[in-house]
């Protein structure tokens, strides 16, 4: 299969960030030199090629911003390496993401604010078009099986706010630690999952397609990320085995038949059970996925997920009608359907799709 044309992804952020073990992730190797303190390593931009069986992505490591005049480098001098590198991109074969590094502390700083700022002025003067995704790393104390993900992710859920009180825009975001299994606290599986998400951050960020965006909604637990999972036909949006809600905060994932591209959109999980704050926060996400699609092609089709129980709950008739709510408010005109869930039990084996269907 021929390969596209190498996409150039810039790598940035303060200093000792962990850029470049963002890097070693992405690539699998140990390409790119890490240190063990907060001092900067990378003095001059360096690239690393990682391929898939269609694209060559080439990982721009870049030298940390905010590290002070006594530094590896100074302030002006990773500033302006940051500028050369994009403006000698943009003239060649283009700059096609920009990752922003962030050290996942307790809550977004100033510091942090002022490295973004730094980066977007000069991403604004040289390349405006060019999509800036996050990057939260150093969350491996927040990992905690069985829902590793999703423990990291929660960081972002809870500086949301913040984030925003900042006016820190990204396109999207993927909450990772880039240590081994075998470090503490030691998780298996841990490095493949946030391996996946960050290669699958890239590859999304440098594809803008005109998408059909398809929102998946309803109850928590009912079973919409392995709807997903059924669309897509492979193991991409995580899921849980209990009711407990996994997904924090809406992702997508693009499924592309006959030449068309279907944005699935992940949404957390709605219902009475979720009292306060997780409830507050997945109707506001729900909300924020409505009004930002509404700016960027729209909603082309809402689909409400619904438990295949014995009987219509109060609570399923809540859930509805908060998100049709959400739909009368933003996307009127989407159409609306239904997908009863956890019906295994009603199949039969001459023709399970009929009787499912007796639901």
Known sequence: MQLESIRNIVVTGETGVGKS?????????????TGNDVRGVTVGTECHDWATDTQ????????GLSEGSFGSVSPKRAQDALRSLLTELSRGGGVHLVVICMRGLPRVTKGMKQTYDTIVRIR????????????????????????IIPSMDEWWTSNAATLSDFNMAFSDHACVTTLPDNCHPKLPGRHDLCQGLVRHLIIEGVSPKLAHNIIIAGEAGVGKSSLVNLVLGTERAFVANNVSPVTTTARHYDWEISSQTFRLWDTPGLGEGLQGGPQKRAQEALRSLFTDLNEKGGVHLLVI?????????TATKGT???????????????????????LENRSATITPAYSMEEW
Do not use: H, Q
Request: with cysteine; net charge neutral; aromatic share 8%.
């Open 21 to 33: 073990s963002l890097i070693n992730l992405v690539t699998g190797e140990d390409r790119a030199t």
């Open 56 to 63: 060559t992505f080439r990982l721009w490591d870049t030298p």
């Open 124 to 147: 604004d003067k040289v390349a405006p078009d060019v999509p800036v995704v996050a990057v939260i790393t150093e969350l491996e104390n927040r990992s905690a099986p069985p829902y």
């Open 305 to 313: 997920c619904i438990r295949g129980v014995s009987r219509i709950m």
């Open 320 to 342: 509805y009608d908060f998100i049709m709510r959400m739909r009368a408010k933003f996307a009127p005109a989407t159409p609306v359907v239904a997908v009863i869930t956890d």
